[in-house]
């Protein structure tokens, strides 16, 4: 029986670790972290991006966040709302993320809603990405208000 309490206390451990990824993760590409995002994803990761790019291991990942926040927007604000893990075993998992963004440019902003497809890995004894792919669903672009 202790064996059964000790293995559901480590699932419960790790979904608030995979959760607390996620999260570090929105707060690191928002605020343009890349030593933080680079804690946070595997050596051998893959990167999906919305563009169809397929973006390979950390350095590769990382390069493509930071071209996208030198090239898409000012300023973002990633908001995750919920994770759920469709497999989790003692090294690796795999799940999905939902999510919104509000994305500025300049006067511009758009606010999307989307899904990553997450595996994820335990190296070095933390939980990392292994791969991230990235499902666009919903746009929305307001008018910016008339000038005044």
């Given amino acids: ?27 690191a ?13 595997a050596g051998d990761a893959t990167f999906g991006g919305l563009n169809g790019s397929q973006n390979q291991g ?8 930071k071209d996208r926040a030198d090239n898409a927007h000012d300023v973002r604000v990633h908001t995750p709302t919920s994770q759920y893990l469709d497999h989790l075993a003692d090294n690796e998992a795999a799940g999905g993320v939902l999510c919104y963004a509000a994305l500025f440019a300049g006067q511009e902003s758009s606010f999307f809603s989307f899904r990553y497809d997450d595996r994820y890995v335990r190296e070095d004894g933390r939980w990392k990405f292994a791969s ?17």
């Fill in 132 to 148: 991230r792919r990235v499902h666009h669903q919903v746009v929305i672009t307001p008018e910016p208000p008339p000038a005044s």
């Fill in 29 to 41: 590409v928002d605020d343009e972290d890349y030593d933080t995002l680079r804690k946070l994803f």
């Fill in 1 to 27: 029986m202790s064996d059964d309490i000790s293995t559901r206390l480590q699932r419960l451990e790790d979904r608030a670790e995979l959760w607390e990824l996620v999260s570090r993760y929105a707060v």
């Fill in 58 to 65: 950390r350095d590769g990942v990382v390069a493509y966040l």
